[in-house]
């Protein structure tokens, strides 16, 4: 069975950082692109970073500068650390898995999802 479970997100202050860790089972985590999500409330899903097979990663324009993705494969981790916090980085991170060509931050092409992690950032 399939899981990828979240963790890491709580209630910041603007300016702080949060780490957050998606933990996989079930799966070839070493064959699978890993993506993060945000999706703030009444909004769309948006792409946030991705980390490829070969360790090579992508982020949004909106979050480059501040936000790291990467991973410790021995412990089929991924970590999404970001820093400089705004109220507008608040929302439900969500990691999953894409075992498809190509490593990109579209929703529609990743295969497995998380529940969730919720961020709130206060001003």
């Known amino acids: 069975q399939v899981q990828l479970v979240e963790s890491g997100g709580g209630s910041v202050q603007a300016g702080g950082s949060l780490r957050l860790s998606c933990a996989a089972s079930?799966?070839?985590?070493?064959?699978?692109?890993m993506g993060w999500f945000r999706q703030a409330p009444g909004k769309e899903r948006e792409g946030v970073a991705a980390i490829d097979l070969d360790g090579s990663t992508s982020y949004a324009d909106s979050v480059k500068g501040r936000v790291t993705i990467s991973q410790a494969k021995e412990k089929k981790t991924t970590y999404l650390e970001i820093n400089s916090l705004k109220p507008e980085n608040s929302g439900m991170y969500y990691c999953?898995?894409?075992?498809?060509?190509?490593?990109?931050?579209?929703?529609?092409?990743?295969?497995?999802w998380g529940q969730g992690t919720q961020v709130a950032v206060s001003s």
């Open positions: 999953a898995a894409d075992s498809g060509w190509g490593c990109v931050m579209d929703g529609a092409e990743y295969d497995y």
């Open positions: 079930g799966y070839t985590y070493s064959s699978y692109c």
